[in-house]
């Protein structure tokens, strides 16, 4: 059974910290592209960064670029967000994505359930 489990989300004020995890289970964690999404209430949901399976090349937004930092541990089928300098902008639900594709190049993707995240004084 896939799961991807967020947790890490919770309320913080202008300028502080949080560290989101997503626990993955049931696939091969290694070979996938994890990316970290998010999404307030009547907006379409956002790529924030990605970290690709081999290398550990990193991309991000704008809007979040020298205060995110996406990572990964593959030995424990983690994937991490690292989340710093934090605006009330941020306040959103984030959310855990794998995808890969397969030898015919379809798109094989996982969710995750989402963790909230507001940035609130």
């Known amino acids: 059974q896939v799961q991807l489990v967020e947790s890490g989300g919770g309320l913080v004020q202008p300028g502080g910290s949080l560290r989101l995890s997503c626990a993955a289970s049931g696939f091969t964690f290694s070979i996938f592209v994890m990316s970290w999404f998010r999404q307030v209430p009547g907006k379409e949901r956002e790529l924030v960064a990605y970290?690709?399976?081999?290398?550990?090349?990193?991309n991000y937004a704008d809007s979040v670029k020298g205060r995110f930092t996406i990572s990964r541990d593959n030995a424990k089928n983690t994937a991490y967000l690292q989340m710093d300098s934090l605006k009330p902008e941020d306040t959103a639900v984030y959310y855990c994505?794998?995808?890969?594709?397969?030898?015919?190049?379809?798109?094989?993707?996982?969710w995750g359930q989402g963790t909230q995240v507001t940035v609130s004084s």
């Open positions: 994505n794998a995808q890969r594709r397969d030898v015919r190049g379809m798109k094989i993707e996982y």
């Open positions: 970290i690709t399976s081999i290398g550990g090349t990193t």
